[in-house]
C-alpha cells in the first residue's frame, strides 16, 4: 500500500493503494509516521544522511482522503468516531500529522492529482507542497457531517487565511491549483510532479541542518504562540546554531568560492 525508499539525501513515501485512490486508513497512517520516526535525528543530527521527506502517490491521485467505507464498518456498532469509540482511523491520523508537524526534517508533499479530505490535511501539515496541474484541493467535511480537529482547522487557517478557510470548511470549495497557489496552499508546480519535488527536496538537504531544523522548529513555535518555554527554546536554537562548526564552514565555504559541506554538528 505504500513504498519506502532512500533517494540520495531524500526519504521517500509513496502511497500506492491505486484502487483505492490512495485512501488512507489507520494501518497505513501508523506505517507513514513509522518511517518518519525511522530517519528522525536530534537537532541537526541525520539518521541515514536524510535531510528531507517527500511524500508522493502513484496512480491519478494524490489521495482521496479517509477511507470512508473503512469508518463506516468500523462505526457500524454505534462506537461512533468520538475519541474512546470504534474508529481506528482519527487517533491514527492525528498522531502522523503531528509526527509530521514536530519533525525534525523539512517535509515536502508530490501531489500529483486530487487532494481531498485527510489528504489535503495531510498536505497542510506538511513544509511544502508541490502540485501538477491536475491537482485539485477540497475538504468535504460539510458534505459528509464530519468536524475537523481544533489543530487542522488551525494549521488550515494559517495557511490560507480565515476567508478562505472558511469557504473550504462551511461551502465545501474545491480549488484548482491555480486557485491553491494564489491562496498560498502550493509553494510550486511542476508537470513531473514527484521528480521535481525530490530534486527540490535534495536541494534543501543540502543547506546546513542545524539552521533548517532551527527554523522549522521556531517558525513552529511562533506561529502556535510563543510561552515563555518557547522563548527559551528559540534563544537556545539560536545559540545551537552560532557554536555549530556549520556556521564556521558557511564562512569559509563563502570566503573560499565552494559549496558548503554541511555535517549538522
Known amino acids: 500500500m505504500m513504498r519506502f525508499e532512500i533517494v540520495d539525501r531524500v526519504a521517500v513515501l509513496t502511497l500506492d493503494r491505486q484502487e483505492r485512490r490512495n485512501a488512507l486508513n489507520a494501518e497505513i497512517c501508523d506505517e507513514i509516521r513509522a518511517h518518519f520516526m525511522s530517519v528522525a535525528g536530534v537537532g541537526g543530527e541525520r539518521v541515514n544522511g536524510v535531510g528531507a521527506i517527500v511524500i508522493a502517490a502513484e496512480g491519478s491521485a494524490f489521495c482521496a482522503g479517509a477511507d470512508l467505507a473503512r469508518r463506516a464498518a468500523d462505526t457500524a456498532d454505534g462506537g461512533g468516531i468520538q475519541p474512546g469509540g470504534n474508529d481506528s482511523f482519527r487517533p491514527s491520523f492525528e498522531r502522523l500529522l503531528y509526527c509530521i508537524v514536530e519533525h525534525p526534517l523539512p517535509v515536502f508533499a508530490a501531489i500529483n492529482g486530487p487532494c481531498m479530505g485527510a489528504g489535503m490535511q495531510l498536505a ?12 485539485i484541493f477540497s475538504i468535504p467535511a460539510s458534505k459528509l457531517g464530519i468536524v475537523l480537529s481544533a489543530a487542522n482547522i488551525a494549521r ?27 491562496a498560498g496552499l502550493v509553494n510550486r508546480r511542476a508537470d513531473d510532479v514527484r521528480d521535481f519535488t525530490i530534486a527540490w527536496a535534495d536541494e534543501v538537504a543540502r ?6 531544523h532551527g527554523h522549522k522548529r521556531a517558525l513552529h513555535l511562533i506561529e502556535t504562540g510563543l510561552s515563555q518555554d518557547g522563548i527559551a527554546e528559540l534563544k537556545a536554537l539560536e545559540e545551537t546554531a552560532f557554536m555549530s562548526s556549520d556556521l564556521q564552514e558557511g564562512l569559509d565555504a563563502f570566503a573560499q568560492k565552494r559549496p558548503p559541506e554541511f555535517t549538522g554538528k
Do not use: H, Q, W, Y
Request: hydrophobic share 45%.
Open 207 to 212: 543547506l546546513a541542518p542545524i539552521t533548517v
Open 124 to 135: 497542510v501539515g506538511c513544509d511544502f507542497r508541490v502540485a501538477s496541474p491536475k491537482a
Open 156 to 182: 488550515l487557517s494559517r495557511l490560507v487565511g480565515p476567508s478562505m478557510s472558511r469557504d473550504l470548511l462551511l461551502a465545501s470549495r474545491s480549488l484548482n491549483v491555480d486557485e491553491a497557489e494564489s
